[in-house]
């Protein structure tokens, strides 16, 4: 007797029949005696096992019951049903942990359509949910295609810190990490908190970007890429944002802005077209779902596309490049700008974009992911290459429909002096950065490299609304249960 996931029983299909098999699950509903539904969290579909209930004793039958987790031995036949090849005739049972119907009735459990935010509110029993596991499964596909893209094109995943001693980052605010005991911190002469005898002899913080490492990396092993952990403590209580969320961050040597925007188009094709492939079932829900909210949305808010078009549409188009300051001149004559219907007005150029531009630009006027370049340098990191204008560095965005920015990357400034001096005109220290300007000091080069949010990508791929039901357990301000 072989033990199988509900999913390779089912892909097996007639093959399997009269096979003689052990499944194990959680029953999702246990129907006239008869028929329980049963998912054993490895793909979208149940497996129906089939009860003749004169064979087993009431006692048993009763503890079949929604959520609880059995094992079944049994003999695979067809099925008469339809939607399924094949199901499960049960001879012996054995109830792993039952689940009281009345607890169950409480929970997301119970067999009806919860809202995401009853789902959020139970994180710890989402992933029996259809939605849930379906997300779980395509983020576990995405993590795995952007190491095989990486891992096939001669990149090198390194693991940068997680606590990092450098404040000069300047991408986030950041949490403080201290062994301190908070109702007796030490005071130095100032009367200021002494972080030299802090456990690490300095102030320390979450690292809320594996950049400035993963380049000095990349100055040793050409192409990296580091995927990990990242913590910011800012308190946009957005639908994008995280305080904890996944970053993949790949950095190469000898790379300008051109190639690393061709990296970041390609990758991101890669990852999307790698989910399509491999994530059928998954996908045919996601978009069932995605299809089904947007007949409850009003009419001007609605998708044009389901949410296999809109995969498909990013994977055929290629992306639209422009500068900064063409986008500028496009959202200044915009109608929203004109009629007043931004909440940041775009009046110079010079002004930061908010999502709301973002999302005209790529919703409204091109209707493709865009990417623009050549920022501002007073609006952008210390570490991004001046350009020959002295006014724009050599940033890049890729702007995603329904996301904005889903990856900001840059070309570094490689140059010593210019580096130096624009550390000083952004006030970032250049003592605390000592081994980040080495790297420019023994054999420079040109290089390049950009990151992207994990969560933001399966975002667009599940056609799910908010960051917090992409993630296990979310981490945002004012929560963190579980
Ligand atoms: P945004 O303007 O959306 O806050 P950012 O400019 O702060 O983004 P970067 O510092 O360039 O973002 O970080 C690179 C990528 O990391 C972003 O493109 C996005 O995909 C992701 N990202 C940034 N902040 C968050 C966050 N708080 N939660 C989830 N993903 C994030
Ligand atoms: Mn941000």
Known sequence: MKVY????????????????????????????????????????????????YSQFDTNTLKLITTA?????????????????EIEVVANKLKIYGHANPDDVQETILQPKRHSLEKLREQAHLRFRTNTFAAVMRVR?????????????????????????????????????????????????????????????????NLTVSGQLEAEAAAMGLGKVYTFGPTFRAENSNTTRHLAEFWMVEPE?????????????????????????????????????????????????????QNLYEKLEFVLKNKFIRLSYTEAIDILKK?????????????????????????????????????????????????YMRLNDDRKTVRAMDVLFPGIGEIIGGSQREERLDVLRQKMKDLNVDEKELWWYLDTRKFGTVPHAGFGLGLERLV????????????????????NAEF
């Open 459 to 478: 975002l667009f791929v599940t056609g799910m609304g908010n960051i917090r039901d992409v993630i296990p357990f979310p981490r945002t301000p004012n």
């Open 5 to 52: 996931s509900i999913k390779e029983l089912l892909s097996k299909g007639k093959n399997a029949l009269h096979e003689e098999v052990i499944v194990k699950g959680w029953v999702r509903s246990f129907r006239s005696n008869q028929f329980i539904s049963l998912n054993d969290g490895s793909g979208q579909n149940n497996l129906q096992i089939i009860i003749n």
């Open 68 to 84: 609880s987790a059995i094992r079944v031995d049994g003999v695979v036949a067809e099925s008469k049903g339809a939607g399924q």
């Open 140 to 204: 576990n596909s995405l993590s795995f295609a952007i190491h095989q893209y990486f891992n096939t094109n001669g990149f090198f995943y390194v693991n940068t810190p997680i606590i990092t001693g450098s404040d000069a980052e300047g991408a986030g605010e950041m949490f403080t990490v201290t062994n301190f005991d908070l109702d007796n911190l030490p005071k130095n002469e100032e009367g200021k908190t002494d972080y030299s005898r802090d456990f690490f002899a300095k102030k320390t």
């Open 334 to 382: 915009s109608k929203p700008n004109q009629k007043g219907k931004f909440k940041y007005p775009i009046d110079e150029w010079g002004a930061d974009l908010q999502s709301e531009h973002e999302r005209y630009l790529v919703e409204k006027h091109f209707k493709t992911p865009v990417v623009l370049f050549d920022y501002p340098a007073k609006i952008k990191a210390f």
């Open 252 to 304: 190469v040597a000898f790379y300008d802005l051109e190639k690393d925007i061709d990296l970041a188009e390609d990758f991101l094709k890669y990852c999307i077209q790698y989910v399509v492939d491999n994530c059928k079932d998954d996908l045919d829900f996601l978009n069932k779902r995605f299809e089904e909210e947007q007949k409850q949305k009003p009419k001007e808010e609605r998708s044009e």
